[in-house]
């Protein structure tokens, strides 16, 4: 097993620094498409985000192919949102919402429905009980939107991932390969992501989020996942607070 979390580690870490770089060369549609301004003003590259997708979805689906599907969904979705909500100031769960009670569907909201729906097929698959089933949709929706909201400074989400994953590298079994999955494709990121080069969007940020939350729901059974679902769920309520610890980190 060791050798396989090593294995899925390498994949992703790989495939994230390949992709990254391929796309820094070729800049498809024009570096303008992918340039975004970061909080210091600086022109910085998105290209390590969908790079760290392909990676986290490539990783999770060695394991079990609802695993890569719901990181697939969740780095589409975010990827909608960096394009089509560019420009949108509006951030966080109530903003969207209100949006919607209007009569707008934003990226957010389109981002928020999409990701939750596919965590909650997801967890269908990988738990047995529908109890479980529940809370593992909670855990992997919950995760891939407490990644993003860590993404506020330069390597924030990275970071936290890693952190986060950590323990789920001792778990042995289909976990730990996915927290290698998760810890691979976030530490290949992190380099370019702390020199202001490269950042991770909402496309990497969701995905590595996902991943993470599936590496979760692998290791762990009900009483760990309704800590993770309560910890994850007053993360979202007090998401403000929660983005702004992270800028003063």
């Not at 394991?63 to 909500?85: E, F, N, Q, T, W």
């Not at 970071?159 to 691979?184: D, I, M, N």
């Amino acid at each position: 097993m060791i050798s396989r979390s090593v294995t899925s580690f390498a994949l992703a870490a790989g495939l994230t620094w390949a992709g990254t770089a391929v796309l820094r060369a070729s800049a498809p549609g024009g570096r303008g498409r992918w340039e975004r301004t970061n909080h210091a003003g600086r022109a910085v590259g998105l290209y390590s985000g969908p790079a760290t997708a392909v990676a986290a979805v490539a990783g999770a689906g060695r394991v079990h192919p609802a695993a890569g599907l719901v990181v697939l969904a969740a780095g589409a979705c975010g990827a909608y949102d960096d394009i089509a909500g560019a420009g949108d100031p509006r951030r966080g769960f109530r903003a969207h919402l209100g949006a919607l009670r209007g009569g707008e569907v934003t990226s957010g909201a389109v981002k928020l429905f999409g990701i939750s729906a596919a965590a909650l097929a997801a967890g269908a698959f990988l738990k047995e009980r529908p109890l479980d089933r529940l809370l593992a949709g909670v855990v992997v929706a919950g995760a891939a939107h407490a990644v993003n909201l860590v993404d506020v400074r330069p390597g924030r989400a990275a970071g936290a991932t890693l952190a986060l994953a950590a323990p789920g590298l001792l778990r042995g079994g289909p976990g730990a390969e996915l927290a290698a999955a998760v810890t691979g494709a976030a530490a290949a990121a992190l380099p370019g992501d702390l020199a202001e080069r490269t950042m991770l969007g909402d496309t990497g940020a969701h995905a590595l989020g996902a991943a993470l939350g599936t590496a979760a729901v692998a290791c762990n059974g009900r009483p760990g996942l309704l800590a993770h679902a309560v910890a994850l769920v007053g993360a979202a309520v007090y998401g403000d607070r929660v983005s702004e610890l992270a800028r003063s980190l």
